[in-house]
Every structure is written in structure tokens, then in C-alpha cells.
């Protein structure tokens, strides 16, 4: 009987863990905003990248996991030159967390290869996630439709991680849009 009560509490605590853990992602809007201004001072709307796979990644420059995730995502970049792949990080600090000076040095730091994007009012985050977790990655496939799921986290192993994202660029890569293209 005691081994049936324990398998219950665990059956029950296992419900609630991942309850939680879904409430904190929300369903995709149909047709997201994905308007960003650039360290570069352009306005960054990713909805114009139809025909091209996205992948954006929301962090900050004090997320430990952040940094770990820009590193194997511009390795994988090097793969994906030459095809319609567009990479993009966003970082989610205010201005007065991180200053523009800071996320150039951050990224020259880091010798990211893709652009470096503003959500200091978290209006594109707040579309995808109840709270903050970070690192958040994003891919929106040609048809510029969100491919789910919204992945939160970091993979502890890289060379897991990277081969799960360039899974799903291949994929997303294979798929053609109602334009054909």
C-alpha cells in the first residue's frame, strides 16, 4: 500500500510540475509581431523575411545559459551561410540594464556574425511566454509561420543542442510555402 501511495504522489507531483511548466508557454499568435529596433538604429521587421527561415534568440547579457547558446548558434550559422537562413539575437535588457555601447560590446565579444536586436519592453517576448526564461529561441519557417515549440533553456550538452536546432532548420528548410518557394 505504501508503494502505491508513493507512485500516486509521484504520478500527481509529475501533473502539477508539468502544468506549470506549460502555463508558461502560450500558443502562438497567428500572425506575431516581429518588429525590433537594431543597435545599428534600423527597425527590424522579421515578418518581411518570407522565404527565408528565422531563427531568433531572446537573452540577455547576464544569462550565463545565453551566452553558452550565442556561441553554438554561430557556429551552426557557418553551416547555414549561402542558404535562406537568417539568425538574429534579441536582447530583452532595457536600456538602462544595457546600454546599446554594452550590447556591441557584448556581441563583439562573443564575435556574433548575426544582428543584434531590442525588446526592452518584452512586446514580442510577452507573445510566447507568460514569464521570463531565458535563453528563448524562436523559428519561423518560410511561410513565416512559428514553428512550435518554443524552446526555453539550454541544452547542457552543445553538441546536443546544435544538432536539435540544425534538425529543425533542415526541416524547416525542406517545407515549402503556399508560394512555392
Same mark, same amino acid.
Given at each position: 500500500?505504501?508503494?502505491?501511495?508513493?507512485?500516486?504522489?509521484?504520478?500527481?507531483?509529475?501533473?502539477?510540475?508539468?502544468?506549470?511548466?506549460?502555463?508558461?508557454?502560450?500558443?502562438?499568435?497567428?500572425?506575431?509581431?516581429?518588429?525590433?529596433?537594431?543597435?545599428?538604429?534600423?527597425? &527590424?521587421?522579421?515578418?518581411?523575411?518570407?522565404?527565408?527561415?528565422?531563427?531568433?534568440?531572446?537573452?540577455?547579457?547576464?544569462?550565463?545559459?545565453?551566452?553558452?547558446e550565442l556561441r553554438a548558434l554561430?557556429?551552426?550559422?557557418?553551416? &547555414?551561410?549561402?542558404?535562406?537562413?537568417?539568425?538574429?539575437?534579441?536582447?530583452?535588457?532595457?536600456?538602462?540594464?544595457?546600454?546599446?555601447?554594452?550590447?556591441?560590446? &557584448?556581441?563583439?565579444?562573443?564575435?556574433?556574425?548575426?544582428?543584434?536586436?531590442?525588446?526592452?519592453?518584452?512586446?514580442?517576448?510577452?507573445?510566447?511566454?507568460?514569464?521570463?526564461?531565458?535563453?528563448?529561441?524562436?523559428?519561423?519557417?518560410?511561410?513565416?509561420?512559428?514553428?512550435?515549440?518554443?524552446?526555453?533553456?539550454?541544452?547542457?550538452?552543445?553538441?546536443? &543542442?546544435?544538432?536539435?536546432?540544425?534538425?529543425?532548420?533542415?526541416?524547416?528548410?525542406?517545407?515549402?510555402?503556399?508560394?512555392?518557394?
Amino acid at each position: 500500500m505504501r508503494v502505491i501511495r508513493q507512485i500516486l504522489f509521484l504520478i500527481v507531483v509529475s501533473i502539477i510540475f508539468s502544468l506549470g511548466v506549460t502555463a508558461q508557454v502560450k500558443t502562438p499568435p497567428e500572425n506575431p509581431s516581429l518588429k525590433f529596433q537594431g543597435l545599428d538604429g534600423k527597425v &527590424y521587421d522579421l515578418t518581411e523575411q518570407r522565404g527565408n527561415v528565422v531563427l531568433v534568440s531572446f537573452g540577455a547579457t547576464w544569462c550565463a545559459p545565453c551566452t553558452t547558446e550565442l556561441r553554438a548558434l554561430n557556429e551552426v550559422l557557418t553551416e &547555414y551561410r549561402g542558404k535562406p537562413v537568417k539568425f538574429f539575437w534579441v536582447s530583452i535588457e532595457r536600456p538602462e540594464e544595457a546600454t546599446n555601447a554594452l550590447l556591441k560590446r &557584448y556581441a563583439r565579444d562573443r564575435r556574433l556574425t548575426f544582428p543584434v536586436l531590442r525588446d526592452d519592453a518584452k512586446i514580442v517576448f510577452s507573445q510566447f511566454a507568460e514569464r521570463v526564461r531565458l535563453p528563448m529561441l524562436l523559428l519561423v519557417g518560410k511561410d513565416g509561420k512559428v514553428d512550435t515549440p518554443i524552446k526555453f533553456g539550454m541544452e547542457s550538452q552543445v553538441e546536443t &543542442y546544435k544538432t536539435q536546432i540544425r534538425g529543425r532548420l533542415n526541416k524547416l528548410l525542406a517545407n515549402r510555402d503556399s508560394s512555392g518557394q
